[in-house]
């Protein structure tokens, strides 16, 4: 199935502030722009270094940029598609502290 991106805005923002992550978020647009999934561990295939969270979260983080960077999403397998909704963006170093946090699992900032 097809990967419908939501807030796209929110990693385009994200690079646009941050020039030394333009080429690594441009790299992962166009490799979800053709990625077809049916299962979580497709997107694991799609991005080898992708984490898949646990406690029913149905939430992927992906590690961008040689893991400069994280992006944390809520993946829904429909019948038709799948929607992938950009939930966190920010550095590894953020992303440890959401982690130390516990709030990796519910984030949502966009």
Known sequence: MKVHLIKKQAIEDYAAANAGSRPAFRFWLGTIKYAEWNTPEDIQYTF???DLLGNGSNRVVFNIG?????????YHFGVARVR????WVGTHAAYDQLCKASLQYE???Y
């Not at 040689?66 to 809520?74: F, H, L, T, W």
């Not at 992938?84 to 939930?87: D, G």
């Open 84 to 87: 992938l909704f950009v939930c």
């Open 48 to 50: 080898g270094t992708a």
């Open 66 to 74: 040689g893991n400069n960077y994280r992006m944390i999403c809520k």
């Open 107 to 109: 984030v949502h900032v």
